[in-house]
């Protein structure tokens, strides 16, 4: 009698890729992309109203920064001469001016990340893997501006009920991946050592997302 091979788990390791990386390209596309539409000559900011009165595209610059004076500060925006504003703190402006501090969390956060998605248990879980390339990506879009730009382009706007600091497509994967993770830990019982994992995770992400 024939034993039927056991059939390999299926990883889902190219899904943590492809979500890394595209939410990377999609994020550091937007910045560009929105910058350098919005450029304006006249004036130091440019604007999209998506609804009115509450939710709007800002693309905001420095005007003490002169890219020929300055050559930390080259010509940062296609298109344009002006340095884009960037938040060079945390998450509702503390901590400014600690862009390397931020920097370095960034570092220290995508390298768990990278690690722990190594992990045979977590390339087999889809949501988990899902989680993890939204952070990774959110995690690298930021870290990227912090090292070419000292600081990080936000251009969401959200002012409705509340006005929240303005943000970027790599805040919002942070978020969503956080969550996610949270969901992880205390929600969908993964097995005990993926347990004790995601809610390390869970803390990292935040940590990733609040440092923004």
Same mark, same amino acid.
Request: charge should be neutral; proline fraction near 4%; hydrophobic fraction near 50%.
């Given at each position: 009698m024939?034993t039927?091979m056991?059939?390999?788990?299926? +990883?889902?390791?190219w899904? &943590?890729v492809a979500?890394?990386f595209g939410g990377?390209? @999609? %994020?550091?596309?937007?910045?560009y992309a ?5 450029y304006?000559?006249s004036r130091?900011?440019g604007?999209?109203?998506?609804i009115?009165?509450a939710?709007h595209i800002?693309a905001r610059?420095d005007?003490s920064?002169?890219?020929y004076?300055d ?9 344009g001469e002006?340095q884009?504003h960037v938040n060079r703190?945390a998450?509702?402006?503390?901590g400014?001016?600690?862009n390397?501090f931020?920097?370095l969390?960034?570092?220290? @956060?995508?390298?768990f990340?990278l690690?722990? +998605? +190594?992990?045979a248990?977590?390339?087999r879980?889809?949501?988990l893997?899902v989680a993890?390339?939204?952070i ?8 990227? %501006? ?11 706007h ?7 600091p303005? &943000? ?11 969550g996610m993770?949270l969901?992880?830990a205390?929600?969908?019982?993964p097995? +005990?050592e993926?347990?004790g994992?995601?809610v390390a @995770?869970?803390?990292s992400?935040?940590v990733?997302?609040?440092e923004r």
């Amino acid at each position: 009698m024939m034993t039927a091979m056991p059939t390999a788990a299926r +990883s889902y390791r190219w899904l &943590f890729v492809a979500l890394a990386f595209g939410g990377l390209l @999609a %994020d550091q596309v937007t910045k560009y992309a929105l910058f350098a539409g919005l450029y304006n000559e006249s004036r130091n900011e440019g604007k999209i109203e998506v609804i009115p009165d509450a939710f709007h595209i800002v693309a905001r610059f420095d005007p003490s920064v002169d890219p020929y004076r300055d050559r930390l500060a080259p010509l940062r925006t296609i298109g344009g001469e002006r340095q884009p504003h960037v938040n060079r703190g945390a998450l509702f402006g503390i901590g400014q001016g600690n862009n390397l501090f931020f920097g370095l969390v960034s570092v220290a @956060a995508a390298t768990f990340i990278l690690v722990w +998605s +190594s992990r045979a248990a977590a390339v087999r879980d889809r949501f988990l893997c899902v989680a993890l390339g939204l952070i990774l990506a959110g995690t690298l879009g930021n870290l990227y %501006d912090r090292l070419v730009f000292d600081g990080v382009r936000d251009f969401f706007h959200w002012f409705r009920w509340y006005d929240w600091p303005v &943000f970027n497509v790599a805040d919002v994967c942070l978020v969503i991946g956080a969550g996610m993770l949270l969901l992880e830990a205390f929600v969908r019982k993964p097995v +005990s050592e993926v347990a004790g994992e995601a809610v390390a @995770a869970a803390r990292s992400a935040v940590v990733s997302a609040v440092e923004r």
